[in-house]
């Protein structure tokens, strides 16, 4: 059944259109006297089709079929009137009405071509619709095969790319690889193989690796046999050969592959001989080294930043084991050989060494099983790793308990020798070769009527009554190892010192040298010749 909406200012022909129309059980007739009621009334229900008289007030049917078009309503539309002007017509026609229909005659057959307008209209709009409705499912199926077919090609042209990136990643692997199908002829070899080989792909492809003399027979069959068996071939160190017969060492790895459909085998071969050269260098050179570190005089350790001793030299182990009363000192921790009962002290001096100052010097003192005391000095290195962190310390000493103990020898001498100086009646005064006083007696201070921290802050080289007087050089030669007497001269302490006796003195120089003969000190004693007491 059709819907209509029938739009007249006569209600009497409205309602014979509805009682004909209706009457034949194919239309459902809704009217309406005003356009512009229609117009409200289609904002909110559809209809099959629309009939509006031409003559009405306010809005005539031209002007209604012109707002229907202009909201966009498609729906089917006959303009039924008693005008039946040409202009009018043509009018109808261009704002898109599907039919005009003249009134007047006989009624039957008058409804009966309405009723027949209405369906052909109603038919021919289904067609319209049902044509775009096709119409878009072909342009939406062309849409469709179009992005297909974009995909496609864009897939065919990602598929050449990633081919050719394969192909060039391929060829810039630093290995040598290959693919081979199930007998172990060459499918695709990269660049490196090409280079090591010494072959080009054209000259590979098609044969196997034994064909071209790069391995034996036996060894491609027992290859391929473990692929067959596992699948894989993990990394192996094995030896190679290249075109020219010359042979290297190789680290090999393989696996079993499907590509299209069959079996193949991808393999990759790094060449490792210069590094088994470096490392068998490297081998000579660490047994060189630890002969020579073994050969030295000097001991050497090297122990992690926790204390524990990972190495030590022959002469480490003989020094250190039978004083401590020890089989083996690997294992062992620094604080245990050193004996260090403030270890906090130590981690302080290591803590101390940067990769700026990575060595520093530092003296200790062990207790022996025999009870007696041992000294070495210590040349500690910090060494460390990528992460500049401390991997390990480095420890070269050597023993210095005779030098100790003639220092405390030599302490005690010295100790007797200040107490006979400072126990003479004789002004005495001690100089360094730097022209400094290390030492006076109180004789000496009692003799010039100077203090002590006047004495002790003197030096002869910065006084320049010493240079008009030309005792300068006698300093000189003293500190050359001569013994010498200078006669008596005048010297004025007060204006030297600022403050002090003048005296006419005599001073003899005494050089007093180490043990390897060379003059450390330069004692001077002084004698008043004027008659004066002191």
């Known amino acids: 059944m059709y819907t209509v909406l029938y739009v007249d200012d006569e209600p009497g022909l409205l309602e014979l259109a509805k009682l004909f129309l209706e009457e034949t059980g194919e239309f459902s007739i809704e009217t309406l006297t005003a356009a512009s009621a229609a117009i409200v009334r289609l904002e909110r229900q559809k209809y099959d089709a ?22 966009g309503n498609t729906t089917p ?14 009018q109808a026609i261009n704002n898109g009405a599907d039919f ?20 052909q209209a109603v038919t021919r709009r289904k067609a319209q619709d049902d044509l775009r409705a096709a119409y878009e499912q072909i342009a939406a199926a062309e849409e469709e095969l179009r992005s297909q077919y974009d995909e496609l090609a864009a897939s065919e042209r990602r598929i050449r790319e990633n081919e050719k990136m394969f192909r060039e990643l391929f060829d810039m ?36 690796s034994a064909g071209l003399g790069l391995n034996s027979r036996e060894t491609d069959q027992t290859l391929l046999e473990i692929l067959k068996n596992t699948g894989r071939i993990e990394t192996t160190e094995a030896t190679a050969k290249s075109r020219d017969g010359t042979e290297r060492t190789v680290l090999v790895s393989s696996r079993s592959v499907t590509i299209n459909a069959a079996p193949h085998v991808i393999t990759a071969v790094f060449d490792i001989t210069d590094r088994k050269r470096a490392e068998d260098a490297l081998k000579r050179s660490e047994e060189r080294y630890r002969s020579v570190v073994n050969d030295q005089t000097m001991m050497i350790a090297r122990f992690t930043p926790d204390g524990r001793i990972t190495f030590v030299n022959d002469a480490y182990h003989t020094y250190f084991a039978p004083r401590l009363g020890l089989e083996n000192v690997i294992g062992r921790t620094i604080r245990e050989i050193m004996q260090v009962p403030d270890y906090d002290a ?6 101390s060494l940067t990769e700026d100052r990575p060595v520093r010097d530092m003296e200790r003192e062990i207790t022996g099983s025999d009870g007696n005391r041992y000294w070495q000095v210590w040349t500690v290195k910090a060494l460390f790793d990528q992460g ?39 002004a005495i005064i001690v100089f360094t070769p730097d022209g400094s006083v290390v030492h006076a007696n109180e004789a000496h201070c009692r003799f010039w009527g100077i203090p002590m921290d006047r004495v002790l802050a003197y030096n002869v080289f910065r006084d ?15 500190f050359a190892g001569e013994l010498l007497t200078v006669p008596p001269l005048e010297y004025d302490a007060g204006t030297s010192l600022g403050t002090g006796r003048k005296r006419l003195v005599r001073g003899d120089f005494y050089p007093i040298r180490d043990q390897n003969g060379a003059v450390t000190h330069v004692i001077i004693v002084h004698q008043d010749v004027s008659g004066r007491p002191a």
Do not use: W
């Open 50 to 71: 629309i009939i509006s008289d031409y003559q009405m007030p306010v809005m005539d049917g031209i002007a209604f079929l012109t707002a229907v078009r202009g909201s």
């Open 77 to 90: 539309f006959i303009l039924f009137t008693g005008r039946g002007r040409e202009e009018i017509v043509i």
């Open 100 to 119: 005009y229909l003249q009134k007047g005659g006989e009624p039957t057959a008058q409804f009966a071509e309405l009723a027949h307008k209405i369906r």
């Open 173 to 208: 692997v630093p290995l040598s690889c290959t693919v081979t199908d199930k007998d172990g002829r060459y499918i695709l070899v990269n660049r490196n193989f090409e280079d090591t080989s010494g072959f080009s792909s054209s000259e590979v492809i098609g044969k196997t």
């Open 346 to 351: 130590v981690e302080t001096f290591l803590a």
């Open 388 to 426: 500049r962190r401390v991997a390990e310390y480095q420890v070269i000493g050597r023993d210095i308990t005779e030098q100790k103990r003639a220092e405390e020898v030599l302490k005690e001498s010295e100790g007797r020798f200040r107490a006979i100086i400072d126990q003479s009646p004789f």
């Open 464 to 478: 320049p009554q010493m240079e008009r007087l030309g005792l300068i050089p006698a300093f000189r030669r003293a």
